[in-house]
């Protein structure tokens, strides 16, 4: 059984920066899509920013110019600058492939003001 392993989330003031990374403790067979999503308390999650199996990316229009998303093989990575408070959320990585898609267990992101 394949999971997805979150890291990099925490604590960090206005304007700061962290790096969100999402691996599979196992090998994914033909990866297409690999994105990022986040839940705010009391709201529905919303998709984050997203990278094809071909390198194009998307982005929800709060975060573009802030956040970049890559991917290096069976990784995906969130990089977040210029952090707001309205970015704290728990964020999940989400891997979809040609067999199966996969959520990862959630990280906690906190920006204080």
């Known amino acids: 059984q394949v999971q997805l392993v979150e890291s990099g989330g925490g604590l960090v003031q206005a304007g700061g920066s962290l790096r969100l990374s999402c691996a599979a403790s196992g090998s994914i067979f033909s990866i297409n899509v690999m994105s990022w999503y986040r839940q705010a308390p009391g709201k529905q999650r919303g998709l984050v920013a997203i990278?094809?199996?071909?390198?194009i990316t998307n982005y929800v229009d709060s975060v573009k110019g802030r956040f970049t998303i890559s991917r290096d093989k069976g990784t995906v990575y969130l990089q977040m600058n210029n952090l707001k408070p309205e970015d704290t959320a728990v964020y999940y990585c989400?891997?979809?492939?040609?067999?199966?898609?996969?959520w990862g267990q959630g990280i906690q992101v906190t920006v204080s003001s």
């Open positions: 990278i094809s199996s071909n390198g």
């Open positions: 989400y891997i979809v492939s040609q067999r199966s898609h996969y």
